[in-house]
Nanobody
Framework: QVQLIESGGGLVQAGSSLRLSCAASGRTFSDYPMGWFRQAPGKEREFVGVISWSGANTYYADSVKGRFTISRGNAKNTVYLQMNSLKPEDTAVYYC?????????????????WGQGTQVTVSS
């Protein structure tokens, strides 16, 4: 059974940092890009960032560029989202996703596997 399990969410103050983790099990995703998305209440799920299968390349949404960093673990079945300088507008449920055929997929439709999400709340 394929599983993506996110962890690391929580309640923090604006300006703080959080590091989310996503661990994949059930199959290897070392050959696939892994992405992060988020969904705030009443809003559609939006792209946050993606890392290539090798870990050599990343791409971020403009709203998080310069503040968020995605990396992969050595085994490449784990992906991290380092979030710095958090803002109240970053409050959302954060999801990791894996799969897809393009190099740095940005659309949720391109991903085959999803985690259950982890809540991030940033207070002002």
């Amino acid at each position: 059974q394929v599983q993506l399990i996110e962890s690391g969410g929580g309640l923090v103050q604006a300006g703080s940092s959080l590091r989310l983790s996503c661990a994949a099990s059930g199959r290897t995703f070392s050959d696939y890009p892994m992405g992060w998305f988020r969904q705030a209440p009443g809003k559609e799920r939006e792209f946050v960032g993606v890392i290539s299968w090798s870990g050599a390349n990343t791409y971020y949404a403009d709203s998080v560029k310069g503040r968020f960093t995605i990396s992969r673990g050595n085994a490449k079945n784990t992906v991290y989202l380092q979030m710095n300088s958090l803002k109240p507008e970053d409050t959302a449920v954060y999801y990791c996703a894996a799969g897809g055929t393009s190099y740095l997929p940005r659309s949720s439709r391109e991903y085959d596997y999803w985690g259950q999400g982890t809540q991030v709340t940033v207070s002002s």
